[in-house]
């Protein structure tokens, strides 16, 4: 399945799309603009809040730091390189997947890079540059900075693989349903933003074997968090034995359901 030409025409999909949405300029800068304004705020508002209190939700500043930059460097990775996941219950329904059907390629290949959002770029950066704050709010030594952030990104691509197959899964329930956007959107939701929160928080509650099985935020966010912090060979391969499970499972899954798929003859390679 993962062969040089798959990559290779992966890459060039994603280029298109990139190049796509880099057109309207003006769209693209004020897209970037506002993004930079919400999310400067957003960090700004937690900085005062830990300014004061010092411990919120049992963490402090330099862990909220770490909490976030995953979250960030997360969404900003699935929707910079594999943002068509979002599109696939849309294709389903209006038979757009005829188009990816086409290609003599295996459909997720084109279908993944096909979509490119704008303002996930300054979700990146953000995610890169929030541990300059790291070093200039606490003493921590600049290269053991550098360090954490590139744990946060080789974490974070490990646990992108596990949240697109829970999207891909809920997406192309569109082959059995007319259409599964809005379910998309809550499973979505309903993985991301208690990703937000320390885990601590959900302790000898019902959500932490909640979030170990049906929805999988422990091996999402949960689990790199603690890898980041305190690295440990166990932790790390149930979290690599969990990405590659759930590659094989998306792909078998999609694989699987595609075959219900009927064609609407929209011979269109304009993708």
Same mark, same amino acid.
């Given at each position: 399945?993962?062969?040089?030409?798959?990559?290779?025409?992966?890459?060039?999909?994603?280029?298109? +799309?990139?190049?796509?949405?880099?057109?309207?300029?003006?769209?693209?800068? #004020?897209?970037?603009?506002?993004?930079?304004?919400?999310? +400067?705020?957003?960090?700004?508002?937690?900085? @005062?809040?830990?300014? !004061?209190?010092?411990?919120?939700?049992?963490?402090? %500043?330099?862990?909220?730091?770490? @909490?976030?930059? &995953?979250?960030?460097?997360?969404?900003?990775?699935?929707?910079?390189?594999?943002?068509?996941?979002? =599109?696939?219950?849309?294709?389903?329904?209006?038979?757009?997947?005829?188009?990816?059907?086409?290609?003599?390629?295996?459909?997720?290949? +084109?279908? &993944?890079?096909?979509?490119?959002?704008?303002?996930?770029?300054?979700?990146? @950066?953000?995610?890169?540059?929030? *541990?300059?704050?790291?070093?200039?709010? +606490?003493?921590?030594?600049?290269?053991?900075?550098?360090?954490?952030?590139? !744990? =946060?990104?080789?974490?974070?691509?490990?646990?992108?693989?596990?949240?697109?197959?829970?999207?891909?899964?809920?997406?192309?329930?569109? *082959?059995?349903?007319?259409?599964?956007?809005?379910?998309?959107?809550?499973?979505?939701?309903?993985?991301?933003?208690?990703?937000?929160?320390?885990?601590?928080?959900?302790?000898?509650?019902?959500?932490?074997?909640?979030?170990?099985?049906?929805?999988? =935020? %422990?091996?999402?966010?949960?689990?790199? %968090?603690?890898?980041?912090?305190?690295?440990?060979?166990?932790?790390?391969?149930? &979290?690599?034995?969990?990405?590659? %499970?759930?590659?094989? @499972?998306?792909?078998?899954?999609?694989?699987?359901? &595609?075959?219900?798929?009927?064609?609407?003859?929209?011979?269109? #390679?304009?993708?």
């Amino acid at each position: 399945m993962i062969t040089m030409k798959n990559i290779y025409i992966f890459f060039q999909i994603l280029k298109h +799309s990139i190049m796509s949405a880099m057109e309207y300029k003006l769209s693209f800068l #004020t897209q970037i603009i506002f993004m930079i304004i919400n999310n +400067s705020f957003f960090v700004f508002i937690f900085y @005062l809040f830990f300014l !004061k209190f010092k411990t919120i939700w049992w963490i402090e %500043f330099y862990e909220w730091t770490i @909490l976030f930059s &995953l979250f960030a460097f997360l969404f900003s990775f699935l929707h910079l390189f594999v943002a068509g996941f979002s =599109v696939i219950s849309n294709n389903i329904r209006e038979w757009k997947i005829d188009s990816f059907l086409l290609l003599p390629i295996y459909p997720l290949t +084109s279908i &993944l890079p096909s979509k490119f959002l704008v303002s996930a770029i300054w979700d990146l @950066l953000t995610s890169i540059w929030i *541990f300059y704050l790291v070093y200039i709010f +606490s003493d921590i030594n600049i290269l053991w900075v550098i360090l954490l952030c590139f !744990k =946060v990104m080789f974490l974070s691509i490990f646990s992108s693989f596990i949240i697109l197959w829970f999207m891909i899964f809920f997406h192309s329930l569109s *082959f059995y349903l007319w259409s599964s956007d809005q379910l998309s959107r809550w499973a979505f939701e309903a993985i991301l933003w208690p990703s937000m929160y320390p885990p601590a928080i959900y302790e000898s509650t019902f959500l932490k074997p909640l979030f170990m099985t049906i929805l999988p =935020v %422990f091996y999402i966010v949960f689990l790199p %968090f603690k890898l980041v912090s305190d690295f440990n060979i166990l932790d790390f391969s149930i &979290l690599v034995f969990a990405s590659i %499970f759930s590659m094989f @499972l998306w792909i078998f899954t999609f694989n699987r359901w &595609l075959k219900k798929y009927e064609s609407g003859n929209m011979m269109n #390679t304009n993708l």
